[in-house]
């Protein structure tokens, strides 16, 4: 079982996806999600009690969600409705995590309703739960102050972020569940994405075992999320290996101090299915100016935001002519605004008509995307036992106008 699971997609298999099903085209491969699951319990064996929760908020399909149930995983929600979708999905209540920032208490209310698990990251959140349901033990998202992360608006365990609670605030806390009768049942950090640096992890790790040494009943540490993946040949990625030393060491000795086998958490998103994903474009047109050759596509920043939004990079095939000469280009989308999907790239010659293969596309993709300029949000296939699967259909215009009212004039 633990064997690496080779997964490859051929070109061929790609182009015939899209005969099939149109463009422009999300495919997700199962055996590539359970690839990663299983990588991540192979990395932490030796831990008794490990919880691997997918961080939905990367891909909300529901059988995206419904197969990492089925490989054994629990489910980390930002909101009420992938709480929901997760019990769509099948998921247990307890096998749900809700890490909210920023939403109100009738939002929580309604959580603690559907009988998930609550981390809360807020002292006047943490204040008001207290008073109305102080037998629903919770967690703490604790801050750690670490500037970690691909991007700043990816960072969010720094003493500026709006996410979790100081470690300097835990005097406060402990007077909040004095005074309330609530209980902490473990603590929580999250300190960002895309981090290569494992030293980032490790400091940050080591506040959160100070701090929930401190705490009695505690039945879990939840170490987040941020592994990085890689997005090209030559780019880093978090070394799991050395990250699960270094994790079991520390852990192993915060259990044996604490003086309980707690359970250990993680909760990776684009870890688990950003590798599983391609997206696929038709070519539009290239156009040729004084400066660059253009590729421009049949997408936009309205299917696959992170180029522009954080400047991530996605590598881009052209699947229709691998063995053609490599060229240069600058791979544009058809919104009227800037949205380059890659600059300055050199791919096999493109041609009118060609497929692109856009990579890691599984993670923050279709989830992010949107109706910007009237278009249409694209198909969903996902490829499961070796077949393929249409999980979402393109929308229409039938879509656009569903819940718009029209009036009189
Ligand atoms: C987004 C998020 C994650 C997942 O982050 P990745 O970088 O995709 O692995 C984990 N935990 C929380 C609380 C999050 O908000």
Redesign the pocket.
């Known amino acids: 079982m633990m064997n690496a699971i080779e997964c490859s997609i051929n070109e061929k298999y790609l182009i015939q996806l899209t005969e099939k099903y149109g463009t422009p085209l999300y495919v997700y491969d199962t055996c590539k999600i359970k690839e990663q699951y299983r990588k991540m319990q192979k990395a932490f064996i030796g831990i008794n009690k490990l919880e691997i929760n997918y961080?939905c908020?990367?891909n909300t399909n529901l059988n995206i969600l419904k197969f990492l149930k089925k490989i054994g995983g629990g489910l980390?929600t930002?909101s009420i409705q992938e709480i929901e979708i997760g019990l769509k999905a099948g998921f247990h209540p307890k096998k749900i995590i809700f890490?909210p920032n920023g939403v109100s208490i009738k939002e929580i209310r309604k959580a603690v309703e559907l009988g998930v698990r609550i981390n809360l990251d807020n002292l006047s959140i943490l204040e008001q739960f207290g008073e109305l349901f102080k037998h629903y033990a919770i967690g703490i998202r604790m801050n750690p102050h670490i500037m970690a992360g691909g991007h700043s608006k990816?960072s969010v365990g720094h003493v500026d972020s709006k996410f979790g609670i100081s470690y300097y605030q835990m005097p406060h806390v402990k007077r909040i569940l004095k005074n309330t009768g609530l209980k902490i049942d473990g603590f929580h950090m999250?300190a960002g994405?895309?981090i290569s640096d494992l030293h980032h992890f490790f400091s940050a790790y080591d506040v959160l075992f100070q701090t929930a040494m401190h705490f009695p009943n505690i039945d879990y540490i939840n170490l987040?999320?941020?592994?990085k993946v890689s997005y090209s040949k030559e780019d880093l990625k978090t070394n799991l290996i050395s990250l699960s030393h270094c994790i079991k060491d520390k852990f192993h000795d915060f259990c044996n101090t604490y003086g309980k086998n707690v359970t250990l958490i993680f909760?990776?998103?684009?870890?688990l299915v950003s590798e599983s994903g391609f997206f696929l474009v038709k070519v539009n047109v290239i156009k040729q100016t004084t400066s660059t050759v253009f590729a421009g596509v049949d997408s936009g920043f309205n299917h696959l935001i992170r180029p522009m939004f954080y400047n991530a990079y996605h590598y881009i095939e052209n699947i229709s002519n691998p063995k053609g000469p490599f060229r240069f280009y600058t791979v544009v989308g058809y919104i009227c605004e800037s949205d380059t999907f890659g600059l300055n790239r050199k791919i096999s010659e493109i041609r009118e008509g060609d497929i692109l293969c856009i990579k890691n596309a599984g993670?923050?993709c279709f989830s992010m995307s949107s109706n910007y300029n009237s278009r249409y949000k694209p198909s969903e296939v996902m490829i499961f036992n070796g077949k393929d699967f249409l999980i979402r259909k393109r929308e229409t215009m039938k879509d656009l106008l569903r819940n718009v009212i029209e009036i009189k004039m």
Do not use: N, R
């Open positions: 961080a908020k990367a980390d930002v890490t990816i999250h994405s895309d987040g999320s941020g592994f909760e990776p998103g684009k870890f993670a923050y």
